[in-house]
């Protein structure tokens, strides 16, 4: 597994877990033909699994710090590209805004050289229901 208890798209993509920063993973994708755009660039939809990867990972760490398992179901992604990612590693991690018990809200940031310049932005919501 990846190490960030994440769905079998995220091994597919080659995203793994980083580190961890307070409490919330950080995942990673290396620049590879798999996840290639037009020439020179990461794909829009690479960017947007990835950051869509990182939410999942926080809330469910934000989960598990509370004791609960819940299935999630993403139910509302929206994206925003704020520069095209390049030939190299590119991080994203997820920060829960809201975790009530039906609704989670998750924001996403995906970066390349320097978290403070995000490539992409990214927000989540998400249902909720007790697993099992």
């Avoid at 190490?3 to 080659?14: E, F, K, Q, R, S």
């Avoid at 995203?15 to 620049?31: A, K, S």
């Avoid at 290639?36 to 469910?60: D, F, K, N, V």
């Avoid at 819940?70 to 704020?82: A, C, G, S, Y």
Wanted: aromatic fraction near 6%; hydrophobic fraction near 45%; glycine fraction near 12%.
């Amino acid at each position: 597994m990846n190490g960030a208890n994440l769905p079998p798209y995220a091994d597919a993509l080659g995203i793994g877990l980083d580190h961890d920063e307070d409490g919330n993973p950080v995942l990673f994708v290396d620049y590879s033909e798999r996840v290639a755009g037009r020439p020179g660039y990461l794909h829009g939809g690479a960017m947007s699994g990835l950051m869509e990867m990182a939410a999942i990972a926080a809330l469910r760490a934000e989960l598990n710090r509370r004791g609960e398992a819940m299935k999630l179901k993403p139910v509302n992604v929206q994206v925003e590209f704020m520069r095209g990612g390049t030939e190299q590693r590119t991080f994203a991690m997820g920060k829960v805004t809201r975790a009530g018990r039906r609704v989670a809200l998750v924001n996403a940031e995906c970066w390349q050289d320097d978290p403070a310049k995000p490539i992409a932005l990214a927000q989540m919501k998400v249902l909720l229901s007790p697993a099992g």
